[in-house]
Nanobody, 121 residues
Framework: QVQLVESGGGLVQTGGSLGLSCAASGHTLYAMAWFRQAPGKDREIVAGISGNGVQKFLSHFVAGRFTISRDNAKNTVYLQMNSLKPGDTAVYYC????????????????WGQGTQVTVSS
């Protein structure tokens, strides 16, 4: 069973940057994604990446500000977050897909424990 461990969350001011990491165990050449959930809101997808790192997806609300990448030699997926806004405040979760290609936010069933990101105004 895959284990996903997120790190890198914290408190940052508006306009600042944070980098999240997700270390995965086991067979890791699957599509990976970052989701987030703010208090009182549903979990939403932020970004996804295919197993070989070529195919990437970014939600419209982070396009131009966030970047997803992966290093398969380190079994790690990253989310670089720039120009952060208070609306980005949420618990961010790493997730593994069931296949190698990114197809849908519904295709992710293995989750990490989450890391809190708080953006102050």
């Amino acid at each position: 069973q895959v284990q996903l461990v997120e790190s890198g969350g914290g408190l940052v001011q508006t306009g600042g940057s944070l980098g999240l990491s997700c270390a995965a165990s086991g067979h890791t050449l699957y599509a990976m994604a970052w989701f987030r959930q703010a208090p009182g809101k549903d979990r939403e997808i932020v970004a996804g990446i295919s197993g070989n790192g070529v195919q990437k997806f970014l939600s419209h609300f982070v396009a131009g500000r966030f970047t997803i990448s992966r290093d398969n030699a380190k079994n790690t997926v990253y989310l670089q977050m720039n120009s952060l806004k208070p609306g980005d405040t949420a618990v961010y979760y790493c997730a593994r897909g069931s296949g190698y290609e990114y197809t849908s936010p519904l295709d992710f069933h293995s989750w990490g424990q989450g890391t809190q990101v708080t953006v102050s105004s």
